[in-house]
């Protein structure tokens, strides 16, 4: 709980601070942070927190290094923007799923299936989620992107648990089994889209299912 608080805090802290900087912007100012996240968020996922440059980043959207201290006081409050927004906009998808009603198995499959199209969607969650578990400094910053996108399974399976439904050693074996599958599946699926990566899809996710439903039943 006091992690969560803190978090909390420090996220409103940085977003009142950047919205102070950027008023001077005029209307455009949100524009041109929305783009300067973007480009961000390209340059993290293919080169990584050190690789990536700010004046790189800057370039991207026809500005200037300098310009990108008038939203985001240095490299790593860009990052950690970064990767709140991605965590953002997956669990405002992932809420179609609600916690309280259905089958565990099931809500498991959809919030993959959810994170499956999000990751095609939107690669650099796929690549600063893999950077970061590879050992790099991303998890130094403040702002885990695996513990923030992996948030909406862990909502769904600590609700089962609360209920009565599964036991407290069962989150961390599906955790396992879910995330870390379909990390595994999202690195080697093919990007071109069509029926055989739809295909190869729903084998996944027909596989998780039954994987599940045996810890489930263990």
């Known amino acids: 709980m006091g992690n969560s608080v803190t978090v909390q805090a420090a996220r409103a802290g940085r977003k009142m601070a950047v919205g102070t900087r950027h008023q001077a912007w005029g209307p455009r100012g949100s524009e041109t942070r929305g783009l300067i996240l973007d480009a961000a968020e390209r340059r993290f996922a293919a080169q990584g927190f050190d690789g990536a440059r700010l004046q790189d980043i800057a370039a991207d959207v026809g500005r200037t290094a300098p310009a990108i201290a008038h939203f985001f006081s240095d490299k790593a409050s860009l990052f950690r923007e970064v990767v709140d927004r991605l965590a953002d906009d997956f669990a405002a998808e992932a809420r179609a799923v609600d916690p309280e009603s259905g089958a565990v198995a099931g809500q498991v499959v959809a919030i993959c299936r959810l994170w499956i199209g999000f990751m095609l969607r939107r690669p650099a969650m796929l690549g600063i989620v893999l950077r970061e578990m ?85």
Do not use: C, N, Y
């Not at 074996?173 to 729903?202: N, S, Y």
């Open 134 to 218: 590879a050992g790099g400094p991303e998890r130094e910053l403040g702002a885990p992107s695996w513990d923030r996108t992996s948030m909406p399974l862990a909502l769904v399976l600590k609700a089962a648990e609360a209920r009565g439904e599964i036991g407290p050693v069962v989150p961390d074996a599906v955790m396992r089994i879910a995330a870390g599958a379909t990390l595994v599946f999202m690195i080697q699926l093919a990007p071109e889209p069509g029926p055989a990566r739809d295909a190869a899809i729903e084998r996944h996710l027909d596989d998780l299912a039954k994987a599940v439903g045996a810890i489930l039943m263990a």
